[in-house]
């Protein structure tokens, strides 16, 4: 008798395509057979500086603790972010990156009889886990790619439960200030939370920008989430967090899995929060080689959306795709995001000074092969 699984599952999950992540490293070799250390990779956000000498030793320190389940309340990491940022521990709930909080709030908050609203071009992640929960998504059309927050508002109704709200935003790094972020809040009924992620706030520099967390005393309703995979450069270690009210925050610890930050993540997050000259360097790096890549663009004719994290979404034609496969056969990993709805763009890292140039040179060459066999197609 053979049996449809798939019929069984629940029906958001059956309609659900798995999250494509960048390419690694070690596929792309296996693919073209390049070798791995000729290969870059600018598709994923990570940090080029590599970890910080401080995460690696609090690292090392716990290697002899593997036997021992991790500390399910994170109690070291959470006293050190209440320290960092002013609030309180009973604020704080940890994720395995900050992916899995979104989807704690999400399982924690909505249900099939709910909807969710998040923008289009916005981060994956909010369509996927409002679908696996059988919620009802509700896009909301961008504006200049970036979130309209008052037509976000307008779209609440009596079922809305959440609003998503990455600011900056992944994929096309559009950002909202202080202003418009507070504007938008004041519309939102008390009834309805708010998830602000700020997975790369860090890079947010100068005046006008917001701190979520300064918004979170007078907006009860809001909740908002980070990350050490990026500026703090764990990626690999998955460790993130929300802050919220401590009544919020109750309600979603009791259904976060229990020990879902291993031991080695709460130590170099715990460790990594004190390297302030880190987290000034990978700053650094990043607002140098935007400028390398925007000044490229510009060379090369090229669109490009202003983006205030550590990646840049740059229009390269309706040849996206063959582009973005020249750049592969030359070792170079970008980030298509055709899947995001915008198949002309391809999303770029911010990597070493090297590793810029290493990119611009292959999508000029890339470029030149194009127009090479087709002049009237680029």
């Not at 990026?230 to 976060?256: C, D, F, H, M, T």
């Amino acid at each position: 008798m053979s049996i449809d699984y798939q019929s069984l599952a629940v029906k958001g999950v059956q309609a659900l395509s798995p999250y494509q992540p960048g390419k690694p490293i070690d596929e792309l070799s296996r693919e073209l057979g390049l070798n791995p250390g000729s290969i870059i990779k600018l598709a994923s956000n990570e940090n080029p500086l590599g970890p910080s000498s401080k995460a690696l030793a609090a690292v090392r320190d716990v290697l002899d603790e593997l036997c021992r389940y991790p500390d399910g309340n994170g109690f070291d990491l959470k006293q050190a972010l209440a320290a960092r940022y002013g609030v309180k521990p009973s604020q704080i709930t940890l994720g395995n990156g900050s992916n899995d909080v979104l989807e704690v709030i999400a399982r924690c908050f909505a249900d099939p009889t709910s909807e969710v609203v998040f923008s289009q071009y916005a981060f994956a992640v909010y369509p996927l886990v409002t679908q696996a929960i059988g919620a009802t998504g509700v896009s909301v059309p961008a504006k200049d790619y970036g979130h309209d927050l008052e037509a976000m508002a307008g779209a609440v109704t009596e079922r809305t439960k959440l609003v998503f709200v990455a600011n900056p935003n992944n994929p096309t790094g559009t950002v909202h200030g202080a202003e418009a972020i507070e504007a938008f809040l004041d519309l939102i009924p008390a009834r309805v939370l708010v998830v602000l992620d700020e997975a790369y706030c860090e890079y947010l520099q100068g005046d006008g920008y917001v701190d979520g967390l300064s918004l979170l005393e007078r907006y009860p309703n809001l909740i908002v989430t980070r990350t050490f995979s990026k500026a703090w450069g764990l990626a690999s270690l998955r460790a993130g967090y929300s802050i919220s009210s401590p009544e919020i925050a109750n309600i979603l610890n009791r259904v976060r899995q229990p020990f879902n930050v291993d031991t080695l993540a709460l130590a170099a997050a715990t460790a990594v929060l004190s390297d302030e000259q880190y987290l000034q360097r990978s700053r650094a790096v990043n607002a140098q080689g935007m400028k390398q890549l925007e000044t490229a663009f510009n060379e090369l004719g090229l669109d490009y959306i202003p983006s205030a994290g550590n990646f840049i979404a740059v229009d390269v034609g309706e040849q996206a795709a063959e582009i973005n496969q020249l750049l592969l056969e030359q070792g170079v990993i970008v980030r298509p995001i055709a899947g995001y709805g915008m198949p002309r763009h391809l999303r770029v890292s911010i990597g070493l000074p090297e590793e810029n140039d290493r990119f611009i040179e292959s999508l000029a060459r890339a470029l030149d092969t194009l127009a090479a066999a087709d002049p009237g197609g680029v």
